[in-house]
């Protein structure tokens, strides 16, 4: 299967754009005119560029506002697309897309259209190009693309042939099974995007808001399905206007364009696997079963505070790495490690980013296959020396600088505890901590959609809907992903002046600002702690006089939650109860949460209230803001 992407959907200059897409792993361009116009090369030297970077020219586009037109609009629309022509010849390729017409003279008819293709295609034919035809589903008089292929039927020219653009099919809300019955080989070319359900205007919403397959709500597989089951055989090509990534890094959105592409030609063969799709194989997504550590670069003299909170919060020094200055610190079944290892990897984190989280140990079914899985998407593996007798645990590049390393049951990695470690005792209960419930991970918003395509191709992962939190100072978007037994939240931040955006500042880049433990007794874990002298985030009273009003509360239940600074929520499946620490001096902090029933968010109607009790704690009261 050949990949190709419009020069639209990635930001820079016309050099710039090419290298990004040939390092990205892409087959072809969609040559958008705009950007040609804009260049200051010729077409000849636009065209041997793209061939010099081992790209194709797979299309030019778009041609506007051709059908239907009355005389002499509609003689001057075929001496326009000469002229295009001639240009293409110049830039070496031979498919044009013909997009519908939004011409406020465009007359309507099928049979008005046909004819206009019809005696186009003679004109193409002659110099060797191909028509396709796309139902922009704004357009004047045709926006379906069933529409658009009746046109291509009735014009019955071998050079004339139909264009999909999943955007404007499913953006229409259009049945994609109706592209089922279209010939495959009357399909000239296909392109590919999805887009956040918004309600608004569909030009407005399709110029603005696209994004790559897997990153919003459409059902772009299934479209996809449905263009595969007719044969067709030619290119799957992104096109995404958006914004942000106008403005975002070449080599990563073309990165995140590639890696969308490949993950959904994978989702395809899966879910109808008598399709044909060109792939190489490689292993399927598989849920994670749990986080089985999370790692903290740090260093001898840093380590201090981090530890004090460790330890108030219940967790002991329960072993330590055999070759490397690696603490193993743990309560019930959590696993965290204190690394202070003065070279290597997590040293050169702590140096650039001070003590925080370096890599999450992710438990799964098959280590080596989630492994695989992750190159073949793209990730860049993470290669850290270790010693002859210790377990080479396979690790990618993940969020920020965090690596994530893959382990699993089967042989060695399974015994990572015992082979790695020399451990004193039996893990402490502690303050009754069962696990990881989620990693908060803090980044700029415009990170969000690739951190979030990372998880959801590279496991079986569900988002949940973005919801805004607001801070004293800004607003934070938060996503919530879940794979197994792997919950984390993507805090994304616009401006520094939030606590997700000053943490930023602090740490020169993303990270997880905070993790959360689950308890079966937040109570008992709350007065455990207090005993051990954690340093609870202290929420104000105006928030339990709301919360006891709001859910109709047992006074003396809300009496206990105030006691032990313990915020609470409610949704469809049960009940939340979580509580904080103050945070270090980094940023970071603590979070322990009890999920009763099928409780399924992470208290996010309490965040505004949590961020602004964080922010009194760096900010005493009547201070003016910095
Ligand atoms: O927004 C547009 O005008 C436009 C142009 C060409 C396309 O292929 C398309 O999908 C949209
Ligand atoms: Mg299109």
Known sequence: MKTSIATVSISGSFTEKLTAIQQAGFDGIEIFEQDFLASDFTPAEVGRMVRDHGLEITLFQPFRDFEGLPEPLRSRAFARAQRKFDLMAELGTDLVL????????????????????????????????????????????????RDAWEIVRRADHPNVG??????????????????????????????????PLIEMDLLYWSRHFRNMPGEGDLDVADFTRAVMATGY???????????????????????????????????????????SVDLPAFPAP?????????????????????????????????????????????????????????????????????????????????????????????????VAPHAAQELDIPGIRGAGSNVIRLLDRQGEL?????????????????????????????????????????????????????VDVVDPDGLVRSQAIQAGGLRITLNGAETRRTLAG?????????????????????????????????????????????????FGLDPDFTARLRAHHIMYDEDAGGQFLQFYSTA??????????????????????NAPFRIAAQKRTLRPKGMPKA
């Not at 049979?111 to 589903?137: Q, S, V």
């Not at 206007?241 to 899966?270: E, I, K, T, W």
């Not at 984190?349 to 998407?377: K, Y």
């Open 162 to 195: 139909l264009i999909l653009d999943s955007f404007h099919t499913l953006g229409r809300k259009l049945d994609p099974d109706s592209i089922r019955r279209i010939p495959g080989d009357r399909i000239f070319f296909v392109q590919l995007a999805d887009a």
């Open 98 to 145: 013909v997009c519908s017409s939004t011409h406020p003279e465009a007359l309507g008819g099928i049979d008005r259209a046909a004819a206009d293709f019809r005696e186009l295609g003679e004109i193409a034919a002659e110099r060797g190009i191909r028509i396709g035809y796309e139902a922009l589903c704004w357009g004047r008089h045709v926006n379906d693309h």
């Open 502 to 550: 000053q943490f930023l500042h602090e740490t020169f880049g993303s990270s997880v600002q905070h993790l959360a433990f689950a308890s079966d007794d937040i109570f008992a874990t709350a007065a455990e702690m207090a005993a051990r002298g954690f340093p609870f985030l202290r929420i104000g009273a105006n928030y339990y006089d709301d919360v006891e009003a709001r």
């Open 414 to 466: 399974g015994r990572i505890w015992e082979v790695d470690f020399a451990l004193d005792a039996p893990a402490p209960p502690g303050a009754g901590l069962a696990g990881v419930d989620h990693l908060g991970q803090t980044m700029a918003y415009d990170e969000m959609l690739s951190w979030s395509l990372f998880y959801t191709t590279l496991f079986t992962a569900q988002k949940a809907p973005m």
């Open 584 to 605: 270090l001096p980094g940023g970071f902090f603590l979070e322990i949460v009890q999920r009763r029933g099928d409780y399924a968010g992470y208290g996010a109607p």
């Open 286 to 382: 598989a849920p994670v079963e749990r986080v089985e550590f999370v790692e903290f670069a740090t260093s001898v003299e840093d380590a201090g505070p981090l530890e004090t909170l460790l330890a108030a919060a219940g967790f002991e020094k329960a072993g330590r790495h055999l070759s490397k200055q690696v603490a193993l610190w743990r309560q019930g079944g959590v696993n965290l490690l204190v690394n202070a290892e003065p070279g290597g990897y997590a040293h050169s984190a702590w140096v650039t980013h001070g003590t925080g989280v370096s890599e999450i140990g992710l438990m799964v079914p098959d280590a080596r296959a989630a492994f695989d899985r992750a190159l073949a998407l793209g990730a860049e593996p993470h």
């Open 233 to 275: 055989d030619g290119p799957l090509s992104l096109e995404i206007f958006n914004d942000q990534f106008r403005a975002g890094l070449p080599r990563l959105v073309a990165r995140d364009g590639h890696r969308s592409l490949v993950a959904l030609m994978d989702r395809v063969r899966r879910a109808e696997p008598s399709l």
